[in-house]
């Protein structure tokens, strides 16, 4: 069965801001122009006046750049002044150290010459007394050559008595050690026959020892023992460790290869429609039996996208209900409205499907606040049901629950008869997809009032709303109204908000959300698998199972080192009392032979030790006289060497002071020396004196040029000075002259305007004014000044048997299909309603801020010939300056 879903349009067009600075500015508007007179005579005036000015502002423009030039050359004229004062002073600090160099040599050379002088005059009588030191010290030197070969003799002798000493103490000290030897042995022999034990003793030690070789056997036995029995638990904990380990790697080679995930078809997959290929095509459509399949998308329909389908012509369905499926609720209606849930719930559907095409055309969202959607859907129904003309026609209400200014408002309208909030949500997805992709008809005005762009500073609000019109409709029981509200950052009387005002203004604080998708739209499922947890727990288990077995062996381990340890250290002491039992009984036999010995052993070994002691004593009093000997001779020895040192010492002193005297001898037997000195100091002083006199003179010239150079620096800064003195005479004229300028150019401004009506203004430093906008750059404004703010008349258009409800402005622009009306809310500052009336333009009104200039040329006159006098007294002075 063909379904048609008859849709309307009206989008109203955006009120520029332009237009509301005009309207605002009418009620700002205290304008005087009416009393001003002007005449062509005081305007020429002025206009000359102006002209003058200029260029007198021309010429005191030359002459500070002048004066500016000459400041430049000036400071130039200063840095190299000081550059050649420093460099002056610099010379006459370098040249003063080097004459005072130069004295220092001069003075040297003087003491020179008068040293070698004294030389000359002393020289004999050095001679005489060189050659007395000289004779002496050559007896000094015969004496102590004597004394050195006598010591040289005697260190000889005694260091051979004391190598012959030292020989013999050695011989002494080794026959002593052996004697002592020999005694301590007999002493050993006789001391051990003495000692020998008694044989009970020994026997009584032997039975003790017996004992202790017992215990120690019981304890090693019981030791061993628990040893072996550790030693057994542990191979038989290994075993099992061993066989664990093998289960949990069979086990853990399982689990690997079982997978971990099973995947299967998803049984809870729901798909989304997408609409027919064909208009109308029922039969091949995707059924929608819940929310989940709806669209929250709109998309183009194939016949439309390859063109097999026209975009203009009726409107068809592309989405079907599935009536046996649907189980949403039914529509409610009280007191004659939608139930306020469900009309909030449409449109947020709504919302969704319109946001969502404007992402697809890189724009950005809409939004709808639960302040504006409330507040305008409240006005519109209460519109609509106050005159049945509303129904299925477009219904403008002015209503602004926001403290901003309204721009503009489109509308779209859609009709149907749905029963169910399923049927009503595939009407709007079918209406919307009409208005998106096949439009042609109402000249693609639903489509361009959903991608309405939202330009900087603005805010588009969208409320979509169903009006219930029951058996009133022509093409339905039901209007989806959907209002498109551009509100301005700007107050109700043109002022600019802030953006976080304009936002709280709308009150997005309580935004009314899109759908989300809670779709699972996967083709397949993931779950567990439980062949891999059995495998898993099977791991675990032996995993488990072989910690055990690991802590086990760890803990036998332990026991069987301990009770290894304590075995090895029961036989030890077994041993340890094997070996004191057998030591005891060798003592016991010992002892056994010891009583045999006869008086007659003892009493050999009495007199082996007296022999011995006998012949120890002279060989240690042998070693002590030796000793006393080698100490004797040694100590003679290190004297002597001492004495020799010091006799060639003294002698080496007394060859070198003796060689001294007679080089001193042969030196003062000559005067060639002494004469050649005196020559080298004498030319030496004539060398000098010439430099001196030569540093003498760079000393005067440096402060000759020091002295010029201060005096260059100072006529320099003087200079200068005059020269910013002209340069702030300059600069003061010139300011004179721009404010000559600013106050003629008011003059001409004023006598335009006075002349015009209008009001330009005109930058004081430019030629000629800006150019002021004029109404005509508006392709709506009037071309006497004037702008009409347009009507609410209506016409209603049927185009190609669609039908299309349009609100038409009286404008001279026409479209095929579908008229964009203007709904202009235009700001107040009073309860006037100044709808379709003529509101004076900017080119004819002043504000209460502009002040008439007086029309007479009389100031100006005045003003001008001061400035000429200003200027005048600069380029005088800049003439002077120049002709120094």
Same mark, same amino acid.
């Given at each position: ?89 610099? @010379? ?28 000359? +005059? ?11 030191? =000289?004779?002496? @010290? ?39 050690d052996a004697a002592q030897k020999n005694q301590n042995q007999a002493q050993t022999e006789l001391d051990n026959v003495k000692k020998a ?15 202790q070789v017992d215990d120690a056997t019981k304890i090693a036995q019981q030791k061993d023992a628990a040893n072996k029995s550790a030693q ?9 460790? /061993? ?72 409107? =068809? ?22 139930? %306020? ?15 969502? !095409? ?31 003309? !509303? ?23 859609? *009709? ?10 595939v009407e709007i997805a079918n209406y919307l997809t009409a208005m998106a992709y096949k439009d042609l008809d109402s000249a693609n005005g ?37 209002? *498109? ?40 499922? /993931? ?39 304590? =075995?090895?250290?029961?036989? =030890? ?55 006393? #000997? ?27 002071? @003796?060689?001294?005297?007679?080089? #001193? ?11 050649? #000195? ?6 030496? %002083? ?14 005067? @010239? ?99 048997? /669609? ?30 309603? %100044? ?19 007086? +029309? ?15 200027? *005048? ?6 003439? *002077?300056?120049?002709?120094?």
């Amino acid at each position: 069965m063909k379904k048609n879903v008859s849709i309307a349009v009206a989008a109203t067009a955006v009120a520029t801001l332009a237009g509301a600075e005009n309207a605002h500015a009418d009620q700002v508007t205290d304008a005087q122009s009416n009393n001003v007179v002007v005449t062509p005579s005081n305007e020429v005036a002025n206009q000359e006046t102006l002209n003058q000015a200029k260029e007198t502002q021309k010429q005191a423009e030359q002459n500070k750049a002048d004066a500016d030039l000459q400041v430049k050359s000036a400071e130039q004229d200063v840095k190299s002044s000081q550059d050649a004062t420093k460099q002056a002073q610099d @010379q006459l600090s370098k040249n003063n150290v080097d004459a005072k160099q130069k004295q220092a040599e001069l003075d040297a050379a003087n003491q020179a010459e008068q040293n070698a002088k004294d030389a000359i +005059n002393n020289q004999a009588d050095n001679l005489a007394q060189a050659q007395k030191d =000289a004779a002496k @010290q050559d007896d000094v030197v015969v004496q102590k050559q004597t004394q050195t070969d006598a010591a040289q003799k005697q260190a000889d002798e005694t260091k051979t008595a004391n190598k012959q000493a030292q020989t013999e103490k050695q011989a002494n000290d080794a026959k002593a050690d052996a004697a002592q030897k020999n005694q301590n042995q007999a002493q050993t022999e006789l001391d051990n026959v003495k000692k020998a034990p008694s044989i009970d003793a020994a026997q009584k030690q032997v039975t003790q020892n017996q004992k202790q070789v017992d215990d120690a056997t019981k304890i090693a036995q019981q030791k061993d023992a628990a040893n072996k029995s550790a030693q057994q638990d542990l191979a038989d904990k290994k075993a099992k460790q /061993t066989d664990l380990l093998a289960k949990q790697k069979d086990a853990k080679a399982k689990l690997d290869k079982t997978p971990k995930q099973l995947v299967e078809k998803n049984p809870n997959k729901v798909t989304r429609a997408t609409p027919t290929d064909k208009a109308g095509d029922a039969k091949n459509a995707q059924l929608i039996g819940s929310d989940a399949e709806l669209p929250l998308t709109l998309k183009e329909p194939k016949e439309l996208a390859t063109g097999v389908e026209k975009r203009s012509g009726d409107y =068809a369905n592309w989405y079907f209900v599935d009536k046996n499926r649907d189980k949403s609720a039914k529509l409610q209606v009280k007191n004659g409205r939608m139930d %306020i849930n469900q009309q909030r719930e449409l449109a947020q559907y709504s919302l969704t499907l319109i946001n969502a !095409y404007r992402k697809q055309n890189g724009l950005p969202p809409l939004i709808m606040t639960e302040k504006t959607w409330q507040a305008i859907m409240d006005a519109q129904l209460t519109l609509r049901d106050s005159d049945d003309k !509303y129904v299925d026609q477009h219904s403008r209400t002015k209503a602004n629950p926001t403290d901003l200014f309204r721009s503009g408002t489109a509308q779209n309208i859609g *009709f149907g008869n749905a029963q169910t909030m399923l049927e009503a949500k595939v009407e709007i997805a079918n209406y919307l997809t009409a208005m998106a992709y096949k439009d042609l008809d109402s000249a693609n005005g639903h489509h361009d009032a959903l991608l309405m762009p939202v330009e900087k500073g603005h805010i588009i609000v969208v409320v979509p709303v169903v009006d219930y019109v029951g058996s009133k409709g022509a093409h339905g029981q039901w209007n989806y109204v959907t209002d *498109f509200i551009d509100y301005a950052d700007m107050d109700l009387t043109g002022d600019p908000v802030s953006p976080e005002e304009a936002a709280k203004s709308v009150g997005m604080d309580q935004m009314i959300p899109e759908v989300v998708d809670t779709n699972d739209d996967n083709d397949t499922i /993931t779950r567990d698998s439980p062949a891999y947890a059995q495998a898993q727990a099977e791991y675990d288990q032996l995993t488990t199972e072989l910690n055990a077995a690991n802590t086990a062996v760890t803990e036998a381990q332990a026991t069987a080192t301990k009770t290894q340890t304590e =075995a090895t250290q029961a036989n =030890a002491d077994l041993a340890q009392a094997q070996t004191q039992l057998d030591e005891s009984k060798a003592a016991l036999q010992s002892a056994i032979d010891a009583d045999n010995l006869t008086s007659a052993q003892i009493k050999a070994l009495q007199e082996k030790l007296a022999a011995a002691t006998a012949e120890n004593q002279q060989a240690q009093a042998d070693k002590a006289a030796s000793d006393a #000997r080698a100490a004797t001779t040694e100590a003679n020895d290190v004297a002597a060497q001492q004495e020799l040192a010091q006799s060639r010492s003294e002698l080496a002193e007394a060859k070198a002071k @003796q060689s001294a005297l007679h080089a #001193r001898v042969a030196e003062l037997s000559s005067t060639k020396e002494l004469n050649d #000195r005196l020559v080298q100091a004498q030319a030496a %002083i004539a060398e000098a004196e010439k430099a001196q006199i030569h540093a003498t003179a760079a000393v005067e @010239q440096a402060h000759a040029n020091l002295t010029q150079a201060q005096s260059a620096l100072k006529a320099a800064q003087t200079k200068l000075a005059e020269a910013k003195h002209n340069q702030a005479a300059a600069k003061d004229a010139l300011d004179a002259a721009k404010q000559a300028v600013k106050d003629a150019q008011a003059k001409v401004d004023q006598d335009r305007l006075n002349k015009d009506g209008g009001l330009e203004i005109t930058s004081p430093d430019e030629d000629k004014a800006n150019p002021q906008v004029p109404n005509e750059s508006r392709p709506d404004a009037k071309q006497d000044g004037q702008v009409e703010l347009p009507s609410e008349d209506t016409d209603n258009i049927s185009t190609n048997g /669609t039908h299309v409800e349009s609100e038409t402005p009286n404008t001279t622009e026409k479209h095929v299909g579908v008229q964009t009306p203007t709904d202009v809310t235009t700001p107040k500052t009073s309860d006037k309603d %100044i709808t379709s009336k003529k509101v004076p333009t900017p080119s004819t009104q002043m504000t209460k801020s502009e002040k008439q200039l007086p +029309n007479t040329g009389s100031s100006q006159t005045g003003l001008l010939t001061i400035l000429g006098s200003l200027l *005048f007294a600069s380029v005088s002075g800049l003439w *002077f300056r120049k002709r120094q």
